[in-house]
């Protein structure tokens, strides 16, 4: 059996890494794995093998959902046209804005 066969009977998994406490978890990156302990396991010795993160998530790759460019439509034009969403319709008293 060839690698790259090998390859694709794994599950592919997105890996986030968080660098810091506090911090967003960041997408790092893919990888095969046969399941999510080795997802894990393979993520910390690929992208964390230098100690530049504190959490891994791994999330198998078929369970994500996302837009794709050609829904660049309606779906992302500005709200514009919907002044309800625009801050002048109240205003700030002036010791209360934060700093």
Known sequence: MSDKTKDTEWLLWEVFI????????????????????????????????????????????????????????PFFDPGNDKAYRHPKFYSVPKGNRGG
């Open 18 to 73: 968080q660098p810091a406490n506090g911090a967003p978890h960041e997408h790092a990156g893919s990888l095969h794995a046969v399941d999510s302990e080795n997802a894990i396991q393979n993520a910390r010795d690929v992208y964390s093998r230098r100690g530049e993160a504190i959490s891994i998530w791994v999330v198998p790759s078929d369970c994500i959902t996302a837009t794709s460019p050609s829904e660049n439509g």
